[in-house]
Nanobody
Framework: QVQVVESGGGLVQPGGSLRLSCAAS????????MGWYRQVPGKQRELVAT???????NYANSVKGRFTISRDNTKNTVYLQMNTLKPDDTAVYYC?????????WGQGTQVTVSS
């Protein structure tokens, strides 16, 4: 059974940093587009950042210059380094693995930015 598991969320003060990790198992990780999305109650899930198997990345305008997505194909893991966090970044962050018709989601990890 495919597993996509996020970790690294928590409470951080404005201006602080967090690094999220997402480990995927039972997939050919190196073939998958990987992405981070986030959702707050009452709103649609929104894209944060994606990375292709070759390492090309794409970011939402709201996080450009502050967040960095990366992947380690030897560890089947994708990361999201989040710097200069703002209260508006508060959300549940979800990891996504996508290849052809295969689309897998993790359970999410809560990120709260508050003083």
């Amino acid at each position: 059974q495919v597993q996509v598991v996020e970790s690294g969320g928590g409470l951080v003060q404005p201006g602080g940093s967090l690094r999220l990790s997402c480990a995927a198992s039972r997939i050919v990780f190196s073939a998958y587009d990987m992405g981070w999305y986030r959702q707050v109650p009452g709103k649609q899930r929104e894209l944060v950042a994606t990375i292709t198997p070759g390492g090309a990345s794409n970011y939402a305008n709201s996080v450009k210059g502050r967040f960095t997505i990366s992947r380690d194909n030897t560890k089947n893991t994708v990361y999201l380094q989040m710097n200069t966090l703002k209260p508006d970044d508060t959300a549940v962050y979800y990891c996504n693995a996508q290849f052809s018709v295969y689309d897998y989601w993790g359970q999410g990890t809560q990120v709260t930015v508050s003083s």
